[in-house]
């Protein structure tokens, strides 16, 4: 059974960075997409990016230039790099992989922005 391990976020003042990562446990096969979705506060759920594994890369509007995807193919993990955080950016962060057309998620990580 597939499981997405996160690790990273908490707490930091506006204009700050953070990463997270994300690492598909129980899966020898390669993820199809990659990535992370946020929900703030009193929102809905939505992309932030996402990658493919052709190594495209799909960032929001609003944290393109800031918000930056690696990946470790071997280890089935993707990073999210965070830098000129904004309160706006404060939510729960959900890491989101199609492998073998199959869609999964973690169980979130709260990421905090303090002004």
């Known amino acids: 059974q597939v499981q997405l391990v996160e690790s990273g976020g908490g707490l930091v003042q506006a204009g700050g960075s953070l990463s997270l990562s994300c690492a598909a446990s129980g899966s020898t096969f390669s993820f199809n997409q990659m990535g992370w979705a946020r929900q703030g506060p009193g929102k809905e759920r939505e992309l932030a990016a996402i990658m493919t594994s052709d190594g495209t890369q799909v960032y929001a509007d609003s944290v393109k230039g800031r918000l930056a995807l690696f990946r470790d193919s071997a280890n089935n993990t993707v990073y999210l790099r965070m830098d000129s955080l904004k309160p706006k950016d404060t939510g729960v962060y959900y890491c989101?992989?199609?492998?073998?057309?199959?869609?999964?998620w973690g169980q979130g990580t709260q990421v905090t922005v303090s002004s």
């Open positions: 989101k992989a199609i492998i073998r057309g199959t869609l999964h």
